[in-house]
């Protein structure tokens, strides 16, 4: 296991971009990899500063956390919520589940299986062996989640001539991310992170036809307890035997809104014991949000289970005050032992380049706040 300073601050990924990169990625242009290499080290570099111990590249080479692997695996159709419309079975419902969401149909990319997925490139193997390079401090890399790559990607329409059922598109999917997160942990990668968002949703929305406009295509009357004993069994599978890094899952309620009002609801506590039966080391969670419930249940995880406790807000512009943080952090330590905290935000600051949820600068503050309350901890001041 990688040694890292107690209560370790990180981040949950992303980053917001600036409106150059964000237009450069659009169209696709000759200079991109440059910008996006220069827009990596910018990210890392206000990281640093920030007092942040676990760094990460800001997502600055992705458009989101899961669309940028079309880029990386064939077989992947890179399409707008506007183009998927055309294809899910329940257009109508589609629409007026985006319209309620506040998900504007142009703005958000998601990979469909269209073809037999084969990586080309590494997933996200260069982008750590670039920041590698850059950086003495630890890194974070993150991935989407089997689960959530499984149920956005199978579209029945378009992808059942190469994936008669999900079940077959899941068994590549596990494939794929797991030779990533085996040639992550052997060269030494201190920490992998897969993003789940879509679990919360399962636990919330109960047999109900409401679902995230990131899963169009789950079939209306999915079970949600089969559908969690299978995101269970994807992670099992793709963790299975890797040591070397903490392998590590991020699971929220959404973030491409500001108003809470239209994200997801609801405290982790029908998830922990599904949680609880992955051979995961990490749980990244969000807590600064009311929506998440009473972090007292996080004692339901195993014992040997670190926590990212999500202490300070990506989507407000208040500044969260250090010494409120180093107190929740010093509370949930009392249930938990000092050494399974880490500190972060609740999720990415820019998740959707072209939805972020804050400006750079509010970004780097609440960084800051996160880097104060981590040092009044060490301190033994709170
Ligand atoms: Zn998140």
Redesign the pocket.
């Known amino acids: 296991m990688p040694s890292l300073p107690p209560f370790p601050v990180t981040t949950?990924g992303s980053w917001p971009r600036t409106p150059e990169l964000i237009r450069a990625t659009k169209r696709k242009a000759p200079e991109l990899e440059a910008m996006r290499d220069e827009a990596c080290l910018a990210s890392l570099r206000v990281q640093e500063a920030a007092g942040v111990d676990i760094v990460t590249d800001g997502e600055q080479r992705r458009d989101n956390f899961f669309s940028f692997l079309s880029e990386r695996v064939e077989g992947f159709d890179c399409m707008s919520m506007a183009d998927l419309l055309d294809h899910v079975e329940d257009k109508a419902g589609f629409e007026a589940l985006l319209q309620t969401l506040d998900v504007p149909a142009y703005s958000i990319r998601n990979n469909v299986a269209v073809g037999k997925l084969r990586a080309i490139k590494p997933l996200v193997f260069d982008d750590f062996l670039f920041l590698r390079k850059h950086t003495d401090k630890p890194i974070k890399v993150t991935l989407p989640g089997p689960y959530l790559l499984t149920r956005s990607a199978w579209v029945q329409s378009l992808s059942s001539a190469t994936y008669p059922t999900r079940e077959e598109l899941g068994d590549d999917v596990v494939k794929l991310l797991r030779a990533e997160l085996i040639q992550l942990a052997e060269a030494g990668c201190e920490v992998v992170q897969f993003?789940e968002?879509a679990l919360t949703e399962l636990s919330f929305a109960g047999k109900s036809n409401t679902h995230t406009f990131m899963c169009a295509a789950l079939a209306a009357n999915a079970d949600p307890e089969g559908e969690l004993n299978y995101a269970v069994e994807l992670m099992n599978r793709l963790v299975e035997g890797v040591t070397g890094t903490l392998k590590s899952m991020?699971?929220?309620r959404g973030?491409w809104s500001r108003d809470e009002g239209v994200l997801l609801s609801g405290s982790y506590d029908e998830l922990i014991p599904y949680f609880a039966r992955m051979n995961l080391d990490m749980f990244v969670l969000?807590y600064a949000t009311e929506r998440a419930g009473d972090p007292a249940l996080l004692k339901g995880l195993p014992s040997s289970a670190h926590v990212g406790f999500g202490v300070v807000n990506p989507r407000t512009d208040e500044i969260e005050d250090p010494v409120a943080i180093a107190r929740r952090v010093r509370a949930l330590c009392e249930d938990l032992g000092h050494e399974r905290v880490q500190l972060n935000p609740?999720?990415?600051f820019g998740?959707f380049a072209e939805r972020p949820m804050n400006t750079a600068e509010v970004a780097r503050k609440k960084l800051e706040a996160l880097a104060q309350a981590s040092r009044l901890l060490r301190s033994g001041e709170i």
């Open positions: 949950v993003d968002p991020h699971v929220c973030n969000e609740d999720c990415g998740t």
